[in-house]
């Protein structure tokens, strides 16, 4: 019997489908909401929904064109003075799945009572604080779920935030309906292709690369690595790691690379050096590196648009933790130390 972290890995494409279909019904209030005034947004939350956030700012301001920033709730009410400025107007998303972390809620409260602007409140759970507290609740209950570690909810209110950005700058969102069935047929393909290198004990570094829009999800695959499979992780934007971490390169080194579309010469250079210094490498990108120390999770840019590679990279890197700590003995369902919502 597959646990229920797997099953709702699997699940994603059917629930994309789902969430895509509730935001066009929500479209016009939510588009009415976001066109009130505002001068820099901001995307806060813990643990995944930091990264989370930390992609979702990226994107925003890529494709909304607006000035907007990723941040640990924690520090926007411990070190509010590095995060807001108090004559600036915000857009303040609040990010949390179950819409209960502590430091998640008390961003939110400290934010609407300390500096100006609208806040909304990103979440999977109907009646949350967070949902009662924010002047918008954008409420997924299609993406909860029952895993400890975030699956699903991460890429749908990832997806949420990706929808609303290119309705903000304009830019069409009807490719976006093609991302499930891409994901669908990818997994066909590739799913044996990471329970292998998962299962593989000789590697016992771990490091994540990714720049861009993809830096966040290099941190998510890291962290569902070392929460399922209890295995200590690194993650770097891709360039960063020649500027030393790259000295503990070695046969035991298992690089987890992220590569984009615009910096892909320079990330396949770091790459194939690294390699070069005994690593092996899981590639999940656009082209190939053609090397044969490398295992490729390869996506047909004749299909893929360069905004679909946070969505369908997660998935994977969802999948290689999940395998490793089954290869582990472990219980995905139960992982160690954890809880579902930390509430302080
Ligand atoms: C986020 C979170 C996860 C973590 C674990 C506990 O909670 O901290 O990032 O992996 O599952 O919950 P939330 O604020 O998104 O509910």
Known sequence: MPDYTYSEIRKQPATW???????????????????????????????????????????????????????????????????????????????????????????????????????????CQ???????????????????????????????????????????????????????????????????????VATRKAFVKFIFLGSGPLYGIAWEGSLKLKEMSLTPTETFHFLEFRHGPKSIVDESTLLIALTSQPAFDMEKEVLLEMVHLGATVLHL??????????VEILYDEKFVDPLFLPFLDVVFLQLLGYFRAKEKGLDPDNPKNLTKVVVL
């Open 126 to 196: 109907e009646g949350s604080s967070l949902a009662h507290l924010a002047d918008y609740p954008l409420v997924l209950s299609s993406a909860a779920e029952q895993s400890v570690v975030m699956t699903q909810s991460f890429s749908s209110m990832l997806l949420a935030l990706l929808f609303l950005a290119m309705k903000k700058g304009g830019v069409s969102t009807s490719g976006l309906g093609a991302l499930p069935e891409v994901l669908e047929a990818l997994l066909s393909r590739y799913e044996t292709t990471v329970r292998d």
């Open 285 to 294: 990108g656009l082209k190939s590196l053609s090397s044969p120390k490398v």
């Open 17 to 123: 489908r789902e969430v895509l279909a509730c935001l066009e019904n929500e479209r016009e209030k939510l588009l009415r909401f976001l066109s009130s005034r505002y001068e820099e947004v901001l995307f806060a939350g813990c643990g995944s929904s930091y990264n989370l956030a930390l992609t979702a700012a990226h994107l925003w301001q890529k494709l909304a064109r607006e000035r907007a920033k990723g941040v640990p709730s924690s520090e926007t009410f411990l070190f509010p003075e590095g995060i807001f400025l108090p004559e600036k107007e915000y857009l303040f998303f609040g990010i949390s799945r179950s819409g209960e972390t502590t430091e998640t809620v008390k961003a939110l409260t400290y934010f609407k009572e300390h500096f100006r602007g609208k806040a909304v409140g990103v979440t």
